[in-house]
């Protein structure tokens, strides 16, 4: 009977020790996962690291294009059709410069940059740097470097057939450290 | 137990992968603009010796034409008992961009007083410097209207350059 109480005694403090094991291992979690998903431990200040996209008017004289912070507005004000042209359509070309930044001011790195079209009147074909544009992501820049400012393209083209009128779309950019 | 921590283990490595993952950014650039409705002329032949045909400003050039010489080229001469007349065509082509209109009119007039003695003609109208004269006023888009023109020479005019310039109007209707 005490071999028994002995033996019944020895499980329960074998159980309390499991316990204060997974305890423990529980609280290292805690302690390792984001300051978002539990309270920050005590650490040193961080550098913020992050990446800002920051658009760039690319032809002198033009002024077409208004930034602020990441976003940008290209207006290409009045379209019609080149006097003389003996192209289908109505084609305009606007140059214009991105530059990716770290918030830390720091310019070490590349990027690689992607664009797609997020939102489209459907009145207009697209093009950057060549490439048509649609709502898939396409890499505009494997290899951009962090600070610098790359030039890009960007072709307007109106078919003949669209009435009169006012056109919008939306480019969506993302850069992505590599 | 072992499994636990197995587990537990497991999310303490994603908690530090998540940590080391690719830094990404966004930005929208938004486009904006306004379509113009617009119309566009081009002369698309002309007789005589021409260059600029294809484009909006054309020229012909005559050479000495004479009541009893050759006929400029792309010409045909007709003498009469006081005139003589050398006769071609011009043709104009107007396309449209942007436009609803189904049709448009085109007029002509002369770019400065024609010297003594001759007359110009488009499509049998005769053509000054002081008002436009209606070529047609159902021009088809995007199709080479096709103009008779005609030069009437008087025989008293005086032997000199008949040097001129025709412009053409289109406007749509």
């Known amino acids: 009977m005490p071999e028994e109480q ?32 539990g309270r920050r431990r005590p650490v040193a200040p ?34 019609s059709r080149n006097p003389g042209s003996r192209e289908r359509g109505t084609r305009v070309r606007r140059r214009f410069g991105v530059r990716v930044v770290r918030n830390s001011g720091t310019a070490s790195g590349t990027v690689t940059i992607t664009a797609r079209l997020q939102s489209s009147d459907g009145r207009t ?17 494997a290899h951009a470097a962090i600070g610098a400012v790359t030039l890009h393209t960007l072709e307007i083209e109106i078919n003949d057939a669209i009435p009169a009128g006012p056109i919008a779309a939306a480019i969506s950019w993302e850069v992505t450290t590599q | 137990m072992k499994n636990a921590f197995a587990v537990c283990f497991a999310v303490v490595l994603l908690s530090v992968a998540s940590v080391a993952s690719a830094a990404t950014s966004s930005g929208t650039l938004t486009v904006t603009g306004t379509v113009e409705s617009s119309i566009n002329l081009t002369v698309e032949s002309a007789g005589g010796t021409t260059s600029g045909t294809g484009t909006a400003a054309a020229s012909s050039d005559l050479g000495n034409i004479s009541k009893f ?18 006769s071609s065509t011009i043709g104009v082509q107007v396309v449209k961009a942007n436009l609803t209109s189904t049709d448009y009119t085109l007029t002509a007039q002369l770019g400065s007083a024609p010297a003594s003695g001759i007359t110009w003609k488009l499509n049998g109208s005769t053509l000054s410097d002081s008002a436009a004269t209606t070529l047609t006023s159902t021009g088809t888009y995007a199709s080479t209207g096709s103009y008779s023109w005609d030069i009437v020479v008087a025989d008293s005019a005086a032997a000199a350059a008949i040097d001129n310039a025709i412009n053409f109007t289109a406007a749509s209707n």
């Open chain 1, 125 to 141: 074909q697209m093009r950057l740097d060549g490439k048509p544009l649609t709502e898939a992501p396409s890499v505009v820049d």
């Open chain 1, 46 to 79: 961080v550098v913020d690291d992050a990446l800002s996209i920051v658009f760039v008017d690319g032809q002198a004289a033009d002024n077409s294009l208004t930034a602020a912070g990441a976003d940008a507005w290209l207006d290409v004000k009045d379209l």
């Open chain 1, 6 to 37: 002995s033996c019944f005694s020895g499980i329960v403090a074998s159980e309390e020790i499991m316990n204060r094991q997974i305890a423990i291992v529980l609280m290292m979690v805690l302690l390792a996962m984001p300051a978002s998903a």
């Open chain 2, 69 to 86: 010489g050759s006929a400029p080229t792309g010409f045909t001469l007709a003498r009469g008992a006081s005139n003589w007349t050398i």
